[in-house]
C-alpha cells in the first residue's frame, strides 16, 4: 500500500531545531506537490508547506514563514522539512502528504484541502517546550 512513512520528531525546548523526513513508500514524489500539515491538540488540522518537486517550488503558512524550510531529494524519494525557531505554538502532530497527481501545482497552505492529498502518512509528534 502506497503511503508517506513520516520520521524526525521529538521533544525540543523553545529556540531548537529538527528536520523531519518523509519517505515515499510505494509511490514517486517526482513532478508533483508534496506537502507538510500539522495538527496541533484541540486544532484543526492545517498545511504548512509545500513543494513542487518537478521545480522545487515552494509555499509556506505565515506562521512558519521564515523557520521552516520544505525541501526534496528525488533520488531519495524523500521530502524534508528543515523547522528552527521552534515554539510552543508549533507542538503537534506533523503529516506528510502527496497531493493527486491530477493536480499541476500546489495549492497555497490556506486552500489546500485534505480530501486533494492522495497519500497520507501515519504522522509524527512533535512537542516544543517553553
Known amino acids: 500500500q502506497a503511503r508517506p512513512i513520516e520520521s524526525g520528531g521529538g521533544s525540543v525546548q523553545t529556540g531548537g531545531s529538527l528536520r523531519l523526513s518523509c519517505l515515499g513508500s510505494?509511490?514517486?514524489?517526482?513532478?508533483?506537490?508534496m506537502g507538510w500539515f500539522r495538527q496541533a491538540p484541540e486544532k484543526e488540522r492545517e498545511a504548512i508547506a509545500l513543494?513542487?518537486?518537478?521545480?522545487?517550488?515552494?509555499n509556506y503558512a505565515d506562521s512558519v514563514k521564515g523557520r521552516f524550510t520544505i525541501s526534496r531529494d528525488i533520488a531519495e524519494n524523500t521530502v524534508y522539512l528543515e523547522m528552527n525557531y521552534l515554539k510552543p505554538d508549533d507542538t503537534g502532530t506533523y503529516y506528510c502528504?502527496?497531493?493527486?497527481?491530477?493536480?499541476?501545482?500546489?495549492?497555497?497552505?490556506?486552500?489546500?484541502?485534505?480530501?486533494?492529498?492522495?497519500?497520507w502518512g501515519q504522522g509524527t509528534q512533535v512537542t516544543v517546550s517553553p
Open positions: 502528504a502527496a497531493l493527486h497527481p491530477l493536480f499541476e501545482r500546489c495549492p497555497a497552505p490556506a486552500s489546500s484541502r485534505g480530501a486533494d492529498f492522495r497519500y
Open positions: 510505494g509511490y514517486t514524489i517526482r513532478t508533483r506537490c
Open positions: 513543494i513542487f518537486t518537478g521545480d522545487g517550488e515552494t
